[in-house]
């Protein structure tokens, strides 16, 4: 019988994660365009993003987040279609699922509410905030997902809302926080602080994505610290801005460097390891290849 998520987690092995899905469909020729971003892309071009699931699942992912990082109700909102919020989570999951079938499994995409790179348009509200996450959860859940993926949190307070609505669905939930130059989060809470807060609320995993390579050497040990015995991981980017939010690419861009590195996460006590933005299915192949010689063994029954 295949194992669940939470099995494979809990018996020490190695996760591999997918890559980029946003800078994947922009590669592809997809405009990403405000209001709803990536979401439009469900509607407008479905076949596109399947064959981004595809090529993340031949190169070796056996996680693949669905397309639901921009499905919030509250997101949708903004381009009229805030009642569609159910329909548009579900079509991304089944169009996961159907393109990765039985190779790996489909977690669900919850993000901040507000703008990620943002902090100050994190609601004031909490509970507000926490029914809305809720809504995206139950959403999630009745999609099908295998995992919940509460991602890209710039602040202790939503990472918070968002695992607890999360967790509340029975789910197994990876929460990953988004992280700065300097290796605290968006916001410039600490990464120590935001794992203890989350880590109350027992999700199966903890993370770190959309970050540079500068910032992942402080955060990642902060991370570690704080984990416990709570399997960890990351998923970075391949370049980093400027405070004009002009991008430049990092060393993380060459797939070969990309999977070298990676190697090194995965000695420092890393389990889960994937890409974030400007990553490709090709770092996700040369990551498979790089980690198999540092591979931890498999727990015997």
């Known amino acids: 019988m295949t194992p669940t998520v939470l099995e494979h987690l809990q018996s020490g092995q190695l996760l591999i994660l997918d890559g980029a899905t946003g800078t994947e469909l922009e590669r592809h020729g997809y405009s990403l365009v405000p209001p709803v971003w990536s979401a439009a892309v469900l509607w407008e071009a479905p076949e596109t993003l399947q064959a981004i699931h595809r090529d993340y699942v031949a190169a070796g992912a056996r996680l693949v987040t669905a397309n639901t990082f921009r499905t919030h109700a509250r997101n949708l909102a903004a381009g009229n279609r805030e009642r569609e919020a159910a329909h548009w989570t579900d079509v991304a999951v089944r169009l996961a699922r159907e393109a990765v079938g039985d190779s790996a499994w489909v977690a669900g995409s919850q993000a901040p509410l507000g703008d990620c790179y943002r902090p ?113 991981g990351l998923y970075p980017n391949t370049g980093q801005c400027d405070a004009t939010g002009t991008w430049s690419d990092t060393e993380l861009k060459d797939p070969a460097v990309f999977a070298s590195t990676a190697a090194e996460w995965i000695r420092g006590g890393a389990r889960l390891i994937g890409g974030c933005c400007g990553t490709t299915p090709e770092h996700i192949s040369r990551l498979k290849t790089a980690i198999l010689p540092v591979e931890p063994q498999k727990t015997s029954d």
């Open 120 to 232: 100050e348009q994190t609601p004031e509200d909490e509970r507000q905030m926490l029914e809305d996450h809720r809504r995206h959860a139950r959403n999630l859940a009745r999609a099908g997902v295998d995992a919940i993926l509460v991602e890209t949190q710039i602040t202790i307070r939503e990472a918070v809302a968002a695992t607890q609505a999360a967790t509340e669905t029975g789910l197994p939930v990876l929460t990953s926080f988004a992280c700065r130059g300097d290796g605290r989060l968006i916001s410039g809470e600490s990464v120590c602080d935001a794992a203890r807060a989350v880590l109350a609320l027992s999700p199966a995993a903890l993370l770190l994505n959309c970050l540079s390579a500068g910032a992942i050497p402080v955060a990642l040990a902060e991370l570690s610290a704080a984990a416990g015995d709570r399997p960890f």
